[in-house]
């Protein structure tokens, strides 16, 4: 090293790195098709499996709503109901004949 002087030693690395670069360079456009082509089939997938998983949310959103929807026709029935008997009952104590007090005296 001592004889070369630094510009050689510094051509030699350059050249060691271009050499690297010009096998590289024809590598990575290989790799790069075969990358591209794997990233679009993964894509591919990843897109059906997204639209799959939407169907599948609709069609649980859709059993959601109509569950809820269900439950709550259920209770207005039952407060509906409940209403109607109560009113009933208030209507049917309220037509009993009120006991006089002479008629309470002579039961006991």
């Known amino acids: ?3 070369r002087g630094p510009g050689v030693a510094g051509d030699e690395i350059a050249f060691r790195f271009s050499k690297r670069n010009c096998y590289f360079s ?3 456009e290989e790799k790069n098709t075969g990358a591209e082509a794997l990233a679009r089939a993964l894509e591919l997938e990843l897109a ?3 639209l799959h998983w939407q169907r599948g949310r609709e069609k649980y959103r859709t059993l959601r709503v109509l569950s809820f929807g269900f439950l709550f026709i259920v209770i207005l029935a039952g407060l ?3 209403f109607f008997f109560f009113s009933r009952t208030n209507e049917v ?3 009993r004949p009120q006991p006089s007090p002479a008629t309470e ?3 006991h």
Do not use: C, H, Y
Request: glycine share 6%.
């Open 80 to 82: 509906i109901a409940f």
């Open 1 to 3: 090293m001592a004889g």
């Open 105 to 107: 005296e002579s039961l």
């Open 26 to 28: 024809t590598m990575p």
């Open 93 to 95: 104590r309220e037509q």
């Open 48 to 50: 059906q499996k997204r």
